[in-house]
């Protein structure tokens, strides 16, 4: 299991995806040293981890969520 950072984990989703773009950009430049390439994918491999994470609550609220044949919402019950 990946290490998640605390930086990381106070991330929005929205701005770790945009993080992580910007990480495989540098990367798919081909213009980084080997170490500093390292860094990036070690990086970026945490913020994936971070990214599922995000994903994998969501659909667990998700599927709470109860929507009845006349369209009223509400958490389901165990």
Sequence with gaps: MTE???DIKKL????AMAE????VDNLESG???LDKSIQYY??????????QKK??????KLEEIQVSSEGKISKKTK
Aim: charged letters at 30%.
């Design 4 to 6: 998640i950072p605390n």
């Design 12 to 15: 929005s989703f929205e701005d």
């Design 20 to 23: 992580l773009e910007e990480i």
């Design 31 to 33: 213009n980084i040293d």
């Design 42 to 51: 070690t990086r970026g491999s945490q913020i994936r981890a971070h990214c």
């Design 55 to 60: 994903l994998d609550e969501a659909v667990m």
